[in-house]
C-alpha cells in the first residue's frame, strides 16, 4: 500500500519542540521551578518565538506547565484526580461536600442552561456560585442554577448571605431521582480565571451536570476546572494517583 498524503505531512515544527521541551522538564527543572523567559528558551533550541509559544501552549494544555499571574511559567506537579461521577444520591452542598459557596443572586440564566432548565430565556433564576478547593487551592469555579419552580417555599426576603443556604436548603429537601453530566474542553472565563488564579483564555475543562427531580430537571450546573492540576475521574473507586508525565499510560499498573 503507498504512502498516504497524510503520512507524507511532516511533524509540526513546534510539535517536535513540545517533544524535546518534554524531556528538559523531566532531565532539568525540578517541580515549581519557573522556566527561563520566551526570548532565552527561543535562542537556546533555535526556533521563532511563535514556534515556542505553541509548544509552551501544548505543553501548559497536557498539565505539564502552568502559567501563573505575577510569577511566569512553572513547572506543574502531578495533576490531581478529581471526582466528578456520581455524587452518591445527593445535591450538590448537601453532606461532605468539598465545593465552598461564594454568593447567590437572581439573575436570567444564560441561553442554553435555560434550555437545559426548560424556563423561559427572560426568566431569572438562582445562581449560586461555588469554588471547589483541594489540598488548599481551587481547582474549580461554579454556577448551580436552580429555577424557582424548583424552590417554591424560599421566603421572598432573604438577606445576600442567606440566600444561597435557603435556595441549598429547599433544594435538599426533593428527592433526588438522578442526575447526568457531560464534559467538554474550553477557555476560562474572565471570572472564573479570577477564581482559579489563572489567566483569561487558559485551558479548563468544563462539567455540565443535570439533576433531576418529579421527571424534570430541577436544577444545573456548569463546573470549571483547571486543565493543568485536575484529571477528572467518574468511577464509583474515586481518585488514583499518577506519578508520571507520559502521554502513554498502557504501562500504568
Known amino acids: 500500500m503507498g504512502t498516504t498524503q497524510l503520512e507524507s505531512v ?6 517536535h519542540l513540545k517533544t524535546v521541551l518534554n524531556d528538559a522538564l523531566d532531565s532539568e527543572f525540578e517541580v515549581g521551578e519557573i522556566l527561563p523567559n520566551e ?22 494544555l497536557e498539565g505539564r506547565l502552568q502559567r501563573r499571574r505575577g510569577v511566569g511559567t512553572t513547572v506543574a506537579p502531578p495533576r490531581m484526580g478529581v471526582s466528578v461521577g456520581p455524587s452518591a444520591n445527593a445535591w450538590p452542598g448537601a453532606g461532605r461536600d468539598s465545593w465552598e459557596t461564594v454568593g447567590c443572586v437572581e439573575a436570567v440564566a444564560p441561553a442554553a442552561i435555560a434550555a437545559l432548565l426548560g424556563t423561559g430565556r427572560d426568566q431569572a433564576v438562582h445562581t449560586i456560585r461555588r469554588v471547589r478547593v483541594m489540598r488548599g487551592q481551587p481547582v474549580a469555579a461554579e454556577l448551580l442554577y436552580v429555577p424557582p419552580a424548583s424552590v417554591p417555599g424560599l421566603p421572598g426576603d432573604l438577606s445576600p448571605a442567606a440566600h444561597a443556604p435557603a435556595v441549598l436548603r429547599e433544594l435538599h429537601a426533593l428527592e433526588l431521582e438522578g442526575e447526568d453530566r457531560a464534559v467538554e474542553l474550553g477557555s476560562a472565563r474572565a471570572d472564573d480565571a479570577k477564581q482559579l488564579d489563572r489567566l483569561p483564555g487558559a485551558p479548563v475543562l468544563v462539567v455540565t451536570s443535570r439533576y433531576y427531580t418529579g421527571g424534570r430537571v430541577a436544577a444545573a450546573s456548569v463546573s470549571t476546572y483547571r486543565a493543568d492540576t485536575c484529571r477528572l475521574t467518574f468511577g464509583d473507586a474515586g481518585a488514583f494517583e499518577v506519578t508520571h508525565h507520559q502521554q502513554d499510560t498502557r504501562q500504568a499498573s
Open 10 to 15: 511532516p511533524e509540526p515544527k513546534y510539535w
Open 39 to 60: 526570548r532565552d528558551l527561543a535562542a537556546r533550541f533555535g526556533v521563532a518565538r511563535a514556534t515556542l509559544r505553541q509548544a509552551l501552549e501544548q505543553l501548559e
